[in-house]
């Protein structure tokens, strides 16, 4: 595609259930990151995928949250048992070369946990 | 710690009205700093790269200056489309890959 593509856009889930949000990388691209926006804060790293090296998870707040990147290419982000903490913007985004420099973001899946 | 602050927090202007954002940070070794530019319910859209003290990015009525301890976003006569949350982020050498945010201000431009 155009862009980066993630879905869904918006997930309603109740505490306790796991999610699964998904992340389409812009083709070509070979580094993935994931960042959590809650309302009215910046940006806070979760995880970075750089090719075929092992991820940087240390933004990752618990071990309920895990990523996964299959062939290089789409990325999960699971949260298991949610909490309403949880709630946020949860963006993905995607860059050439890797390294941080210019990220392509999409345009978020918003995350309620009732 | 690598650490970036923006301030104001929010900002009104009207059209017309020239006005600057700004971006301080600490952090350990700067590799670059970034700009990106993110409207309602979208993700952030990048803008400009600094790399180094002295160093100046334009586009269209936006400037990018960076210091050793600060950046500034300045904005000439805005118009109501510019209205939008700016984000400021840095690089360092010692976090390779991991972009580290600031809050962002939020502007809008007043027709």
């Known amino acids: 595609g155009a862009g980066v593509s993630q879905s869904p856009s918006n997930k309603v889930t109740e505490k306790g259930k796991d999610v699964e949000l998904r992340c389409d990388p812009i083709?070509?691209?070979?580094?993935l990151y994931w960042y959590r926006q809650s309302l009215g804060q910046g940006l806070e790293f979760l995880i970075y995928?750089?090719?075929?090296?092992?991820?940087?998870k240390s933004g990752l707040p618990s071990d309920r949250f895990s990523a996964e990147r299959t062939g290089g290419s789409v990325s999960t982000l699971t949260i298991q048992r949610t909490q309403q903490e949880d709630s946020a913007v949860y963006l993905c985004?995607?860059?050439?070369?890797?390294?941080?420099?210019?990220?392509?973001f999409g345009s978020g899946t918003q995350l309620s946990v009732l | 710690e690598d650490q970036v602050t923006q301030s104001p927090e929010a900002l009104r202007l009207q059209e017309g009205e020239s006005s600057s954002l700004n971006c301080s940070y600490t952090?350990?070794?700067?590799?670059?700093l970034f700009w990106y530019r993110q409207d309602p319910g979208k993700g952030p859209e990048f803008l400009f790269t600094?790399?180094?003290a002295g160093e100046e990015k334009e586009k269209e009525r936006l400037k990018a200056t960076l210091t050793k301890k600060e950046s500034f976003l300045h904005i000439t006569a805005p118009k109501p489309e510019d209205s939008a949350t700016y984000l400021c982020?840095?690089?360092?050498?010692?976090?390779?890959?991991?972009?580290?945010f600031g809050q962002g201000t939020t502007l809008q431009v007043k027709p």
């Open positions: 995928f750089q090719g075929n090296s092992a991820p940087d």
């Open positions: 083709s070509g691209h070979t580094a």
């Open positions: 985004a995607s860059s050439f070369a890797g390294g941080g420099e210019k990220l392509f």
């Open positions: 952090v350990s070794g700067l590799r670059g």
């Open positions: 600094l790399y180094s």
């Open positions: 982020a840095v690089l360092s050498s010692s976090n390779t890959g991991k972009l580290i």
